[in-house]
């Protein structure tokens, strides 16, 4: 017997389209495990693609490849029209049929909702699918660092929702600590460097480069996202880090995470422009951060963008972390996380690599899809 896990992906960018190559390129080796995922539905921004019988019928690997390519032109989902047996259902009605589609399969078939936008909309939909039944796999940070009582509802039922994509994108970070958690073993601490561009930024600034030179690099080199200030204020690593924290049982919300931005508020987006910034606004930065650079030389450290968990507190910001240990010699766009717990004491479990990019997330978002086929018929 074949196992059938039903799927409706929210958000078709770039680890959305990954995720559904991955699907049809795995086809053969999931029919090997005794598992098929049928995507039952697509959407981005504006509408949403579901076959005309949900319950009998799936997109194809020929329309979800179609989707691909549609999307990866910039063209809007509703291009593709109602092409045979498919129909696409417009912004607002999408939502409604979304909820739909959550209540007749939630409790009959059972569906994974798997949400890789990047979007606050979604989170509607996931605390609906969470009363429906359904399963909820995130690459979305933003479901799980909004209030406490979106966080509550979403874990309510922890088997069925799974969000290893959304720290440290495929690396397993969350499997990790869940298993650390569930053994009884408490975890004391965790530092991190979550993100690949400021991990990037940190370590060559450690070869004696300005600021404003090694952000322009990473810029050129696409590390950063179009306005590098979204990388910079810190806040993509806050979000990260509280996701952790509240794994650890901790009840706290964003406002509650003290953050160090790298530019000064007067440097904001709303007050400066991303050309203005680059060109006249960073260079201002570079002479703080060179002192910082060289006084923690002189103490055998280097400088590293991490989130710091311990306690009741969660920090982010740069600090000195001896140059001989995992976050010292960490070098690149790698992420790392240190685990210490009562088994990892003095030596902390440490989890190393890639942090980002669309394939690895992809991959990450379809291992959780996979990881639930047990909660499905
Ligand atoms: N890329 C990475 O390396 C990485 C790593 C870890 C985690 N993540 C997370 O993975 C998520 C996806 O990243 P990405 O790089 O693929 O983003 P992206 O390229 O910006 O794609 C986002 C997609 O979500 C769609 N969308 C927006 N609002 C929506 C809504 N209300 N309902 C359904 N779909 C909606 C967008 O639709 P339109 O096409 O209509 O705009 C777009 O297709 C993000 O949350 C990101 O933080 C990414
Ligand atoms: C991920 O996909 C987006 C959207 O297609 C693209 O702009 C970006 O360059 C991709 N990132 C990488 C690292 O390939």
Redesign the pocket.
Known sequence: MMKKIPVLL????????YLLQHIVSCRSLHAKMGVRLRVVGV????S?VVPIDVLKEELNDEYLSEVCRV?STGS??TTLGGLGGYRVVNDPESRSETKALEELLGKSTGLAVV?????M??IE?LLKAVDLGCCVVL????PLTSTMEHYDKLVLHLRRIRHE??V??GLPVIASLNRIISSGDPVHRIVGSLS?TLGYVMSELEDGKPLSQVVQAAKTLGYTEPDPRDDLSGM?VARKALILARLLGKRLIMDSIKIESLYPEAMGPGLMSVEDFLQNGIVKLDENIEGRVKRASSNGCVLRYVCVIEGSSVQVGIREVPKDSPLGRLRGSDNIVEIYSRCYEKQPLVIQGA????D??AA?VLADIIDLQDLFP
């Open positions: 929210m958000g078709c960018g770039g680890v959305g389209r959407s981005d921004s504006k949403l999307k809007p989902l949400d890789c936008s990047a979007s909309e979604t939909l690459a979305n940070k933003k994509s959304t440290g994108a690949g993509d942090g980002a990019g669309n690895t997330t990450g």
